[in-house]
Every structure is written in C-alpha cells, then in structure tokens.
C-alpha cells in the first residue's frame, strides 16, 4: 500500500512561488488545473489528465466575481472547499491553491484581459464581460502558479478556445491541454450548476443532451442545419426547458455559424431549466476526404 501525500494547502503568492520554484529547480513539470470549486467527477478527470502530463499538479480555487454577470448566479455558486480539499488529495494532486481575494484582485485592481475573435458569440453575447473575467484571471494564475501545462474541459468548450487563443495571441509559455466532457449515464454534462436542479428538473435536464446528440446524428447523416436546428430547438422545449440562449452549429476552431458541413464543427447550446442555465457542446464531424 502506498501512503496517501497530505496535500498543501496555500492561500498567499508568495508560499506559491516558493514550492512551484523549489519543484522546477528539482526539474519537476508542474502542471495547473484552475477551477471555482465544487469539485465532481469532471474536474477529477481533468486533475488525472494533469497527473499524467506532468509531476507535480496543483490545482487552484478561486470564485472568480469578475466572470459572473448576474449576481444571483454569484452569491448561489456552491462552496465547498473541505470537500474539494479531501477529493484533491485522494486523486494524488499536490497543492491546492485558494487563495483570498486580494492575491488575485488586490486594492485598485485596474486592468483586464480582453479576447476578441472566439469570445465575441455565444457565451460571449450572451454574458457580457464573461471571458473577460475568465482571461484576466487565469492569465493571472499562469503568472502566478507559472506552470509548464495547464488543463481546461472541454465542457466549457468556447472557454478553452478562448483560453487557447490567449496564449497563443500573447505568446504564453503555457501548454493547454483539453480535457473530454464527463457525462451522467442519461447523457447530462456534468457541471456544478447541475446541484441546483429540483429532482423533477434534474429528470428533464438530459432533454437538451439526448436532442443535441439526434441532431449530430442528422446532421453528420446529410440533414439541412438550419431545419436540423429548429427541430432541435423544439425538442428541447418539450422536453420542458423554459428558454435557449442558443442553439447553434459553429466551427470548431473559429467558433462562426457554419451553413453547411464544410469542415469539423461543434453543436454548442446554452439552455435554461428550472431557472438554471445550462451548457453543452458536441463535436460534428466535417467531409472526409
Ligand atoms: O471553468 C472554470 O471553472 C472557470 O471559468 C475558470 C477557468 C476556473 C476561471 O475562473
């Protein structure tokens, strides 16, 4: 039997610094997951990921107030770090990062990170100021935590192409690596919003999974998107979602509206249920040559 490592837990930069350079000076490739928390299967797939590329993985909690634009949303976001802290060590993750909120934005905090391209649809319309909030902060954890690698889910989809696009864009000395979506056996993504389903919505929410799936299978078999589409939005609303931000098949690089299957796409769908706002994406496969 191998002992379980206790896992360190550290709140301040500074403590940071200190164990991510004593790693690398021991030549140790430290790989970083950063996270808001609310730990479930999903992250854990991400925390194996990052224990396979790299030795050392530490994995961060932040609550970031600047990516939520509706406070609600902000003040019911579930925490729960002693939890979170017990399922990091059990997966063998070194470090969990939480750090109080003046690390991240101290007094006077002034500036901000903003991708255009990939983060001007979708989430993007739809939550303004979003992916400034996520760029700005992860481009402060990478400074801060500095490590070689960093994984993302794919669950967040134009989230990781975002992310992807800022480090290229400032020549971040980060490799991203994505992580697939986890599902519940019904097909539902799971997601830390998923908590706050009543059991009668919780039945309902893999409607928008189980359609976008019928509507892969259709378009990849040949079907007209725009007609796929519609049929598809209607799905969703009986199976008793109340509302869809949207529904929409985009490029899987570029993230515009594709009209016909010319090249690999994703189908990306932001719905509401329950008053719950859930997102999901599957990949499409473009013409093979
Ligand atoms: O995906 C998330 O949980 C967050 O957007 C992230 C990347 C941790 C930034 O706060």
Redesign the pocket.
Known sequence: MTDKQPILLVRQIEELRNQVAAWKSEGLRVSLV???GALHDGHASLVKLALKDADRVVV?L?V?PK?FNDRTDLANYPRTEDADRDRLEDLGAHMLYAPVREEIYPEGFATSVVVEGPAIPLEGAHRPGHFA??AT??CK?FNQVQPHSAV??EK?FQ?LAV?RRMVRDLDMAVEIIGGKTIREKDGLALSSRNERLSDDDRKKAAGLSQAMTNAVDAIEGGADIAGTLNRTQASILEAGFEKIDYLALVGAEDLQPMDERDRDGRLVAAAFLGGVRLIDNMPVKGPRR
Do not use: A, E, H
């Open positions: 950063p996270t808001m961060s932040f970031n990516q909030g996520v902060v992860v954890l993302f889910g967040d989230q992310l």
